[in-house]
């Protein structure tokens, strides 16, 4: 004898409801899925500015450090202010404020890190060193030297550096630089 089931009205409704929460489930977690991986790719994205950036940065402070030695280097705390000219602008980089080859004299600086290691890009940087002029009692910064100063004001410049690889971020700074010198 074979007992046949004959199922009722409300079972033959809820067949298919175990199929529309599976699919409905699976939509869920590949919704979840491509989030994962667009933040994912946000985040070595956001990496990657960040590294670039930080190279630029390094390379540009490299050459602010080597427009300073060069400065020293020079003998400018005791130069002549008649003997900044076009020639020393050519030559050393060490150009009058306001002269129009001032910005187009840029000296290249050789990278110091990452040389020969494929993994490290070399970031180019180059700076030039303007001078501001001498013994001024106003600076640009705002601020006024007090008559009480012990030193005097001697030569002040202006070195500005920076880098920049093409297709990366690039990185601009300055220093100012002035010589003090004791009262006599």
């Known amino acids: 004898m074979s007992v046949h089931f004959v199922p009722s009205a409300s079972r033959r409704r809820q067949q298919g409801i175990s199929l529309l929460v599976v699919l409905l489930l699976l939509i869920v977690m590949s919704v979840l899925g491509i989030a994962v991986l667009r933040s994912s790719a946000l985040q070595e994205r956001m990496s990657a500015n960040l590294y670039d950036r930080n190279l630029a940065l390094q390379a540009a402070e490299r050459a602010l ?3 300073r030695q060069q400065l020293a280097d020079s003998g400018a705390a005791t130069m002549n202010p008649a003997a900044i000219n076009a020639s020393l602008c050519a030559s050393q980089s060490i150009c009058p ?3 129009a080859q001032a910005a187009a004299t840029w ?3 050789a990278p110091d890190f990452g040389a020969g290691n494929p ?3 070399d970031t180019p940087a180059e700076y030039w060193i303007e001078y501001l002029g001498e013994n001024q009692a106003y600076m640009e910064t705002g601020g006024t030297i007090p008559a009480s100063a ?3 004001i001697g030569p002040m410049f202006r070195i500005t550096a920076r880098s920049q690889a093409p297709g990366r971020a690039s990185a601009v700074l300055q220093s100012d630089v002035i010589y003090r010198f004791p009262r006599l």
Request: no cysteine; proline share 13%.
């Open 65 to 67: 450090a080597v427009g």
């Open 107 to 109: 000296r290249p600086v």
């Open 119 to 121: 993994n490290v890009p």
């Open 97 to 99: 404020t306001g002269t």
């Open 150 to 152: 012990t030193a005097n």
